[in-house]
């Protein structure tokens, strides 16, 4: 197993890499936003691609700049999820175009743990938090987290486009994508390296984040960055718990979220070419 985890961690950065290569296609270029990008252009175990300019994901869009609106709205993007916890969106409100259709999803998100509580975490050798944030207490707050995204997917306007989101734009907002590629029939190692590329994305961001924590904790900033790291292995570990509980994903995603055969053909028709 160890051996294992060794090759995933060596694996992820290069999976970000490969993935980063199209950033001045994917990135969309907000002044008062980060890791904002397209989910488009990925191709399908059947021989498609995702289509681009209509699905967007990103961090906190609570300090974009009037011209940051404005860009949002000459790209359509007038429909918008929040998968963060109803204390936290409150604190920092999204800003949007005034036309924008908004949807807060905060199940499993008001209890995130504090700044104490992550220092405690992360001093505690024996035990990795983000295996356990993606494993059974994701699984059971998915349903109520993810299920108005695909209510949207499902409903938008040909014309329209999406953007989800929630503070990192990386843990929540992570699985929120991989399950849209994933019903694409897009391939894990391709889902996996757009969940990792967010290590690269975020990387000036989060050296404040970093920094703080390593004075509250007496860790370095690298043990930190090391310990906060996305990896491979931990969407295995979110789509491995709800395997377990539900018997496969479809059966999730159909009881869950309300997505069975003919809505995953809709959404493929919708959002593939």
């Known amino acids: ?18 993935q980063v290569t199209d950033s001045i296609k994917r990135l969309v270029p907000v002044k008062g936003g980060m890791n904002f990008r397209d989910v488009g252009g990925y191709k399908t175990a059947d ?21 940051d609106i404005s860009l949002l709205d ?11 916890g109803k204390q936290e969106a409150a604190a920092a409100p999204d800003k949007l175009p005034k036309n924008a259709s908004y949807t807060l999803c905060p199940a499993g998100s008001d209890s995130l ?3 104490a509580q992550m220092t405690a975490m992360l001093k505690n050798v024996n035990n990795d938090f983000l295996l356990d944030f993606y494993g059974k207490s994701a699984v059971a707050h998915s349903g109520d987290r993810f299920r108005s995204l695909f209510v949207k997917l499902l409903t938008l306007d040909q ?28 391939p894990m190692e391709t ?18 984040m970093m920094s703080g924590l390593a004075q509250l904790s007496g860790l370095s900033e690298s043990e930190i960055e090391q310990k906060m790291a996305l990896k491979p292995e931990y969407l295995q570990v979110f789509f491995s718990g709800i395997k377990q509980q539900y018997g496969s994903v479809e059966n999730f995603m159909e009881k869950e979220l309300g997505v069975g055969n003919n809505e995953i053909a809709l959404l493929r028709k919708k959002y593939t070419h």
């Not at 021989?47 to 011209?67: P, Q």
């Not at 000459?74 to 963060?84: A, L, P």
């Open 1 to 18: 197993m160890k051996k294992i985890v060794f090759a995933l961690a060596f694996i992820a950065p290069i999976l970000a890499t490969a």
């Open 47 to 67: 021989g498609k691609e995702v289509v681009w300019g209509k699905i967007y994901r990103s961090t906190a869009v609570d300090k974009l700049t009037d011209s």
């Open 74 to 84: 000459k790209k359509k993007i007038h429909t918008v999820i929040d998968f963060r």
């Open 113 to 115: 743990p504090s700044a």
């Open 159 to 186: 014309n329209e486009a999406l953007m989800y989101h929630c503070t990192g734009g990386r843990d929540r907002t992570g699985m929120a994508t991989a399950l849209f590629l994933y019903s694409l029939q897009v």
């Open 191 to 208: 889902i996996e390296a757009d969940y990792v590329a967010s290590n690269v994305y975020l990387k000036k961001s989060n050296k404040k």
